[in-house]
């Protein structure tokens, strides 16, 4: 027998319900449950038939119930579907459900019950709450950030949609101006810098670019964007997103270092340079002492009446003049000899714009500007003029229609604190191209044509203020004059120099005193040996330390006092005379140099009561050195 067609159809309802996903009930008026499918009985634990009859607030906790029952009221009320998220406990936490209840209506339009139908949302509810708290800490951290970080809408109108606080840091101006100015931005950045700008923001790629924008005060920062494009759906770009970042500091922390490491270059070049020139220097007094020693000798056998004297003392100009030249040398590789002094540089400065003010010519305007209460100096005081005269002719040089030219003193601190007086030559002149000063300083580097000069000015002006422990610069740009900077340490005590040599006396006749003579140069040493038998003395000479050696030891020489020069190979003559003082500590010894730089060679000290001649020398040095050394040392 068939079951009736009205239980059938209930049967299949309910199938239908206990296999949905959801959760489905219904109560009567009262709030009493009437009908729970499995999902129900599953979440909560629960069988139907222990259901029935109970309401919520047997089931849930208290406040829970009174907002189930609160809806189920308005559902009632209403006569029509409502929808709305609930929560309810879970096994796992509380657990968001979207509601959809609706009243039952019997026949006489009486609404007695209300079915309800919850889904599921827990996880796309907490996944939007996740959404949103990424979303709060994003903002949070783009609010606080450092950098600018933005969104421009480029299509359909220009437009900023996004921008972090750090705008107005940086730029000066609120992020509302850049909102209701959709052109600031491009308006903010240097004219020179804007197509790469503007470039940028429609490149397909993220690149990294730098540009300058102005701020709000008129100054000027440096900016590194890093962004990217934003493409519709046809591959058009609607928008340009990414981080701007202030790196002001950095660049100019990075033209510092590049400057820094320009001169530290240029100073390791300028240095190899100097032992160049003091290695060449040193060869060529040995020349030029012979030369001279010849020409000496020469123009006293030729008497003033033989017409070939003025051709040996043509012959002695010319050393003279190569010897000047080699102490420029010297002093750009810092192998002169000091003598340093006490020294107002206002003092210096004075004195030479006296001296040159009228010989620079009437074009020239030649001007001091000297800082009063200056601290003193401690340097060489004929070196620090030929700084200062080298300074000045170059400007003049660099004016020749005329023009300004200034020497400025004042007082700065060094990054330690320490105090430095500052010397400047300012003129007006031509300038000088980067390629030009970049080897201003290079010995033989010159503009000028054959003929006007050596090219050891500034070189040697170098060698001068290094070696006073001050360091000097230039500053020129092509058309707009030239700067020339000295540095120089102030208030340090003084070491006594050694005063004005006094005039050479009148030579005398050696009556037959012993002088051994060790000069590894041959020419040298011969005429070194020609000049002391010329005048009386007994000569033996050495061509080296070792040499010199065995023949006192084993040839048993006997002589009166040693005449040594200084850097010889193998040993060198200070090493000598003090392996010969070991023996005679009375000794008396004369050393001779084209080159003293630094310590002694080999670790020995020079004597201090042994003097020093530098070569090239004339007859005259030589003789009296030698005559007032024994004098002294012979009675």
């Known amino acids: 027998m068939r079951a009736p067609l009205a239980e059938i159809g209930r049967d299949q309802l309910m199938a239908l319900i206990d296999h949905t996903s959801a959760v489905i009930y ?45 809806n189920d009221l308005e559902a009632l009320a209403g006569g029509v579907p409502v929808q709305m998220e609930e929560e309810a406990p879970g096994e796992d936490g509380p657990r968001t459900y979207i509601t959809a209840k609706f009243p039952l209506i019997d026949a006489d339009g009486r609404a007695y019950a209300v079915a309800g139908i919850s889904t599921d949302i827990t996880k796309r509810s907490r996944a939007e709450a996740a959404l949103r708290d990424s979303e709060e800490r994003f903002r949070l951290l783009a609010e606080h950030a450092q950098d600018i970080i933005f969104r421009y809408r480029l299509e359909p109108e220009p437009g900023m949609e996004y921008l972090s606080r750090a705008v107005e840091s940086i730029t000066g101006r609120p992020a509302e101006e850049f ?6 931005i491009l308006d903010c950045v240097l004219p020179e810098d804007r197509p790469l700008f503007e470039q940028s923001w429609q490149a397909p790629r993220t690149r990294t670019i730098t540009f300058r924008l102005c701020r709000a005060d008129g ?35 990075e033209r510092e270092r590049t400057e820094l490491e320009q001169q530290l270059r240029q100073a390791e070049r300028l240095d190899s340079l100097g032992q160049l020139a003091g290695g060449i220097a040193h060869d060529f007094n040995n020349i030029l002492a012979v030369i001279s020693g010849y020409a000496d000798m020469l123009t006293e056998e030729l008497g003033e009446d033989h017409p070939g004297h003025a051709d040996a003392a043509g012959i002695k100009q010319a050393a003279n003049r190569g010897s000047a030249l080699t102490r420029q040398l010297l002093i750009f590789s810092r192998s002169e000899p000091s003598r340093p002094e006490t020294l107002d ?105 054959r003929g006007s000069g050596t090219g050891l000015g500034l070189a040697t002006a170098y060698g001068v203020v290094t070696d006073a422990g001050g360091t000097i610069s230039l500053e020129s740009q092509l058309g707009r004059g030239t700067t020339l900077r000295v540095r120089l340490p102030a208030g340090v005590a003084v070491t006594p120099g050694t005063g004005p040599a006094e005039p050479p006396a009148p030579v005398r006749p050696g009556h037959g005193r012993r002088v051994f003579v060790v000069e590894d140069e041959e020419a040298v040493r011969d005429i070194v040996c020609r000049l002391l038998r010329k005048a009386g003395y007994e000569v033996a000479a050495a061509a080296n330390p070792a040499e010199a050696l065995r023949m006192c030891r084993e040839d048993d020489l006997r ?72 004098a002294e040392r012979i009675h």
């Open 179 to 184: 909102y209701a100015r959709p052109d600031l």
């Open 345 to 449: 540089l206002n003092t210096v400065a004075e004195d030479l714009q006296r001296m040159l003010g009228r010989t620079l010519g009437e074009d020239i305007e030649f001007t001091t500007e000297l800082a009063p209460g200056l601290p003193p100096i401690v340097m060489d005081r004929s070196k620090l003029e030929q700084v200062l005269m080298n300074a000045v002719l170059n400007s003049r040089a660099a004016m020749p229609d005329g023009g300004r030219l200034t020497i400025a003193t004042s007082l700065e601190r060094a990054g330690d604190g320490a105090a430095q007086v500052c010397l400047e030559v300012v003129d007006t002149g031509c300038g000088m191209t980067p390629e030009v000063l970049a080897r201003a300083f290079e010995p033989f580097f010159t503009t000028r044509g």
């Open 26 to 70: 219904m109560r009567d008026a009262d709030g009493r449950y009437l009908l729970v499918n499995r999902e129900y009985e599953r979440l909560f634990g629960l069988h139907r038939e222990d259901i029935m009859g109970l309401t919520d607030h047997d089931l849930f906790p208290r406040d829970i119930a009174d907002k189930f029952r609160q």
């Open 559 to 630: 002589f009166d006092m040693l005449l040594s020069d200084v850097i010889m190979p193998g040993m060198s003559g200070t090493q000598l005379a003090a392996e010969l003082r070991a023996e005679r500590p009375d000794l008396p010894v004369l050393f001779m140099s084209g080159y003293t730089s630094g310590p002694a060679p080999g670790g020995q000290a020079m004597p201090p009561d042994a003097p020093l001649i530098h070569k090239p020398f004339d007859s005259k040095t030589l003789l009296n050195e030698v005559h007032q050394l024994l």
């Open 219 to 253: 100054g000027m920062v440096f900016i590194e964007q890093r962004a990217s494009t934003v493409t519709d759906d046809a591959g058009r770009v609607i928008a340009v997103e990414g981080i701007m970042r202030d790196v002001t500091e950095r660049i100019a922390a």
